[in-house]
């Protein structure tokens, strides 16, 4: 049985790879077109900063295309197998449904922590290094007209904080502080020109900083201005904070998610988008043992000559709907407030009644 494991964990290994370069290639090749818009002689976002900005968001694919990868992958060598009767042979040497079942399963443990992996460390870090890049070659990020807006007590106060773009990640632009008391009236508001994160001193140093604060001596309230070439603003916003209310939230680990929604339901703001996606980074990568239960009905199946194309093309529609499934059931669920745990798992709880359903059927059964 070890030289027959072997031999499936290495051609579908290898099955794999192929299939997940190819569609590396392909977005990669899409992903250079849309972004040489953006290329310009005149400015210092040139074909040398699209090409490695292009190639930071490999990473971030690469974790997207896993379980059809995984799943395209196995089906082929599953359906070869069939073809060429090895798995026929496989068989009469004593590897039955549970044994096979078992086989891939491990294979599929291994493709889950490949894409814990790629998706907690690799593509993160990658996103951060992409979003300097850019920031360099265009100025600053943002979103909207407004930028991004987030809140936090301190004590019995509020805070509400507006970010308009980020230059890099934790060096943010024109950063507007509002304060309010325990009433819900302002005391202060800080307009500053740039800020940068200091999240081992949990503060931000803020530069130009314009200070407006209500003073009040007996019945008198006055208005007091001043101005500050820089100064240190106490908080617990990270960088990763307003980088997810900023840009993409699926570009943060699952603790930095984790922690920033924790963040915003402590401060009485909407998490519901946030939750589904935390979610769907959980299970996500749980994805690839259900797609390696899908392919394992394609061994016991009878091929024609010629026919294994056709269910390769099932198994490419097949993940490719897998794929589409997991975005719209995030959209309803936060449309309809469903709750997140269920949005996020219902795709892999579907494809998982429907793979159990085919192996039964089609293995134990026939």
């Known amino acids: 049985m070890k030289v027959l494991r072997g031999l499936i964990y290495r051609q579908i290994l290898a099955a794999v790879l192929y299939v997940t370069?190819?569609?590396?290639?392909?977005?990669?090749?899409?992903?250079?077109?849309?972004?040489?818009?953006?290329?310009?002689?005149?400015?210092?976002?040139?074909?040398?900063?699209?090409?490695?900005?292009?190639?930071?968001?490999?990473?971030?694919?690469?974790?997207?295309?896993?379980?059809?990868?995984?799943?395209?992958?196995?089906?082929?060598?599953?359906?070869?197998?069939?073809?060429?009767?090895?798995?026929?042979?496989?068989?009469?040497?004593?590897?039955?449904?549970?044994?096979?079942?078992?086989?891939?399963l491990v294979l599929g443990a291994f493709f889950v922590a490949v894409t814990v992996i790629v998706g907690d460390y690799a593509a993160p870090a990658a996103d951060n290094v992409a979003q300097k890049l850019r920031a360099l070659g265009k100025g600053q990020l943002t979103r909207g007209a407004t930028g991004a807006w987030l809140k936090e007590k301190q004590g019995d106060h509020s805070i509400a904080i507006n970010v308009r773009a980020v230059k890099a990640p934790g060096d943010f632009v024109s950063v507007r502080v509002f304060e309010f008391?325990?009433?819900?009236?302002?005391?202060?508001?800080?307009?500053?020109?740039?800020?940068?994160?200091?999240?081992?001193?949990?503060?931000?140093?803020?530069?130009?900083?314009?200070?407006?604060?209500?003073?009040?001596?007996?019945?008198?309230?006055?208005?007091?201005?001043?101005?500050?070439e820089s100064m240190s603003w106490p908080t617990?916003?990270?960088?990763?904070?307003?980088?997810?209310?900023?840009?993409?939230?699926?570009?943060?680990?699952?603790?930095?998610?984790?922690?920033?929604?924790?963040?915003?339901?402590?401060?009485?703001?909407?998490v519901q988008k946030y939750e589904i996606e935390f979610w769907r980074k959980v299970f996500y990568p749980l994805s690839c043992l259900v797609m390696v239960v899908l392919a394992l009905p394609f061994a016991y199946l009878h091929f024609r000559s010629g026919g294994i194309a056709t269910y390769v093309f099932g198994g490419v529609m097949a993940g490719i709907s897998f794929f589409l499934l997991n975005n719209v059931f995030g959209y309803i669920g936060t449309l309809q407030t469903w709750w997140p745990w269920l949005t996020a798992a219902a795709p892999g709880l579907l494809y998982t009644a429907l793979s159990l359903s085919a192996f039964g059927w089609l293995v134990l059964r026939r």
Do not use: C
């Not at 407006?212 to 001043?226: A, C, F, H, I, P």
């Open 236 to 270: 617990k916003v990270t960088a990763a904070m307003v980088s997810g209310a900023l840009l993409k939230p699926d570009s943060m680990s699952t603790i930095a998610l984790f922690q920033f929604i924790r963040h915003l339901d402590a401060n009485g703001q909407a």
């Open 21 to 104: 370069l190819a569609f590396l290639a392909l977005f990669f090749f899409f992903d250079l077109v849309d972004e040489m818009r953006w290329v310009s002689r005149n400015s210092a976002y040139g074909i040398t900063q699209a090409l490695l900005f292009v190639a930071l968001a490999i990473p971030g694919h690469l974790y997207e295309l896993m379980p059809i990868a995984v799943l395209i992958g196995t089906i082929f060598v599953m359906a070869r197998f069939a073809q060429s009767s090895e798995f026929t042979i496989m068989r009469t040497s004593g590897m039955g449904p549970w044994l096979a079942l078992r086989t891939l």
């Open 181 to 228: 008391d325990g009433d819900g009236r302002i005391v202060r508001q800080l307009n500053a020109t740039a800020a940068q994160v200091d999240e081992d001193n949990d503060q931000w140093l803020m530069q130009g900083v314009q200070e407006s604060r209500l003073s009040t001596e007996g019945d008198n309230t006055k208005l007091v201005r001043s101005t500050h």
